[in-house]
Nanobody
Framework: VQLQASGGGLVQAGGSRRLSCIAS????????LAWFRQAPGKGREFAAA????????YYSDSVKGRFTISRDNAKNTVYLQMDSLQPEDTAVHYC???????????????????WGQGTKVTVSS
């Protein structure tokens, strides 16, 4: 499967942004989908994931309550709604997919075998 992320840009602190990631190929509904992000000078970290089947959602502590991940299986698309953005949210955001991923591994990037190209979000203070 190929992933194409979009929606990044410049936003003021306190603002909102919605990222989208569209997948090519079939069987979109068997994939757990996630968003990871990489801030300047830092390693890539988990932000949010949405499970295949149940669409259960998972969030890192740093984004919980501010970000919402969702999916539309009919459109082969996963979204990340980001609210109350802060300068520390500045990062390149990557979407990722893994088929039939075990619930214990949703936040571990090594278990995701498909990645989008990344879309940059810059939050100004």
């Amino acid at each position: 499967v190929q992933l194409q992320a979009s929606g990044g840009g410049l936003v003021q602190a306190g603002g909102s942004r919605r990222l989208s990631c569209i997948a090519s190929g079939r069987s979109f509904n068997i994939y757990t989908l996630a968003w990871f992000r990489q801030a300047p000078g830092k390693g890539r970290e988990f932000a949010a994931a949405i499970r295949y089947g149940t669409s259960a959602t998972y969030y890192s502590d740093s984004v919980k309550g501010r970000f919402t991940i969702s999916r539309d299986n009919a459109k082969n698309t996963v979204y990340l709604q980001m609210d109350s953005l802060q300068p520390e949210d500045t990062a390149v955001h990557y979407c990722a997919a893994a088929s039939f991923l075990h619930d214990d591994y949703y936040n571990i990037e090594q278990y995701y075998n498909f990645w989008g190209q990344g879309t940059k979000v810059t939050v100004s203070s």
